[in-house]
Structures are given as C-alpha cells and as structure tokens.
C-alpha cells in the first residue's frame, strides 16, 4: 500500500495539494486565450508598493523563438521541458521609478513579489487543468542576451506550462520522481513571537 504524500495536517482548499510538478507534458498546444488567463492571475498578484516588478517573457511550442528557449536549459531539464506547449521566463525589475521622484530607487521586494506573482500564475494553471514546472536550472547569462533583458532587470526563473502526459514519453531517468511529493511539517517553519528554528544556523 503506498501512502498518499499530499494529506494536510489541517484543512485547506484543494487546490495547493493539487498542483505538483511533473516532468511529462502531452503534445496538446496552449491557445492564447488560456495563456493569458494565466497572466491575468500573476497580474493581481500583491507586490511592495503595487510595483508589479514581474515580466514573464514566453515562447509556444512550434514557434520560431522556441529552439532558442530550449538552449536557455540546462541538459536534464531540456530533456523533458522541451515537450512543454510553453516556457516562460520570468524576470524582475530591481528598480522604481516612485512618483515625484526624478532618479529610480531600488525595489526591495522585486524577487519576492515576482514569486508571489508566478504561485497565482502556477495556481490558475492548476484550476484550468494545466500543469507547471519551475526551472531554475538554466542559463541566466543567455537568457539575459538571447531575450534581450537590459539591465535593473533580475532573470529569476523558467518555467514549463503544458498539460500532464503519458509517463511512458519520458525519460527513464525521470519515472521514479514522477509523482507529487511532500512537506515539512508547520512545525519545522512557524516560531511565536521569536526566531526559534532546529535548524538554525549553530545549532
Ligand atoms: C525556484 C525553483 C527552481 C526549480 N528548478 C528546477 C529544475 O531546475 N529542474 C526541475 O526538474 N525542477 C525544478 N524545480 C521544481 C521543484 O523541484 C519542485 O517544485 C519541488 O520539488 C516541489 O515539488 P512540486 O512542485 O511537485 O510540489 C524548481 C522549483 C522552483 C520553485
């Protein structure tokens, strides 16, 4: 009998237990349409100051920028990430321009709320029935010459966008973490009133 790895110590919405990363993407397209459901929800993500810092830089399969998303990846994930029906690249800008002000200030939060804003876009995904896959196995260098991000923009992050597939597509290599995995107890990450943690550093 193998134990199911996703029970909640305490109830929640589904969903959060719901979404999970797999590695296998069937061949279906994405429309725009459904795309830009997804973007609509990173959208209304909350950021420090409403200043929105995150950028989600795309290409679909069977485009002409496609190849050039896929040579961002490192070896392992382009294995099963270039049979994802989208990549996403998702970059923040480390600066803002507040109101009245004539010279931009740096944006404290900008990796932070770019975070806040791919868990909306990965969570809308998962209610129309489509599956993400964050990458942070690639290479920002490119990424940041091939896509042309200038600087006081921050590449984070590439993430795979498709609907799940047949195991039997992927790469032996990967079956065995084919499945959602699980998580660390509340207990090991809340502390009241002070930082109390086993796993401080010293201890
Ligand atoms: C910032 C970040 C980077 C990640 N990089 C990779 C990666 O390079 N390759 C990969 O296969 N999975 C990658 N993942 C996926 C994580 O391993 C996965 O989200 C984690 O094990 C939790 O599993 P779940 O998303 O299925 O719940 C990454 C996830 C995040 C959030």
Excluded: C
């Amino acid at each position: 009998m193998t134990i199911d790895p996703r029970i909640p110590d305490h109830d929640i919405h589904p969903i959060f237990l719901q979404r999970w990363s797999p590695r296998a993407f069937s061949s279906d397209a994405i429309d725009e349409a459904t795309l830009f459901r997804l973007f609509e929800a990173a959208r209304w993500a909350p950021s420090g100051n409403n200043s929105q810092p995150w950028r989600f830089i795309y290409a679909t399969r069977d485009t002409e920028q496609w190849p050039l998303f896929i040579e961002l990846l490192n070896e392992k994930n382009r294995l099963w990430a270039s049979k994802a029906a989208a990549l996403i690249v998702l970059v923040s800008k480390t600066t803002n321009l507040r109101k009245g002000a004539s010279e931009p200030t740096p944006l404290r939060n900008h990796s932070l709320d770019a975070g806040a804003a791919w868990a909306n876009f990965a969570l809308q995904a998962e209610f129309l029935g489509w599956k993400t896959h964050a990458i942070g196995g690639f290479d920002r260098e490119k990424a940041r010459e091939q896509l042309r991000v200038p600087a006081g923009y921050q590449v984070e992050l590439a993430i795979a966008l498709g609907k799940q597939g047949d195991i039997a597509q992927l790469d032996a290599e990967f079956h065995e973490r084919e499945k959602p995995n699980s998580r660390n107890p509340i207990s090991s990450f809340i502390a009241e009133g002070v930082f109390h943690f086993s796993d401080e550093v010293g201890h």
